[in-house]
Nanobody, 113 residues
Framework: QVRLVESGGGLVQPGGSLSVSCAAS????????MAWYRQAPGKQRELVAA?????TTNYADSVKGRFTISRDNANVYLQMNSLKPADTAVYYC?????????WGQGTQVTVSS
């Protein structure tokens, strides 16, 4: 069983920055894909950013130029800059290993003045 544990969420003012982290119980480089998703109240869960085993990254249009996904052998990070109230959501870490899918428990990010 793979465990993913997010941390680093919180309250930040519009225009501010925040970084969230995901600690994995497996070597990150053994995964096919690591990603961050988010879900705002009343909305579907959506992909925010992803990074493949080869290091290719992909971002939602709404966060391009503001968010950066990165990783080391045990963690995946999401650096969020120029935050907007629309970025308020629960952020979930996701891992794909072969045909299996794993999720973290989520961390709340609230952007408000």
């Amino acid at each position: 069983q793979v465990r993913l544990v997010e941390s680093g969420g919180g309250l930040v003012q519009p225009g501010g920055s925040l970084s969230v982290s995901c600690a994995a119980s497996v070597n990150i480089f053994s995964t096919n894909l690591m990603a961050w998703y988010r879900q705002a109240p009343g909305k579907q869960r959506e992909l925010v950013a992803a990074i493949t085993s080869g290091g290719t990254t992909n971002y939602a249009d709404s966060v391009k130029g503001r968010f950066t996904i990165s990783r080391d052998n045990a963690n995946v990070y999401l650096q969020m800059n120029s935050l907007k109230p629309a970025d308020t959501a629960v952020y979930y870490c996701y891992a794909k290993i072969n045909l299996m899918h794993f999720w973290g428990q989520g961390t709340q990010v609230t952007v408000s003045s």
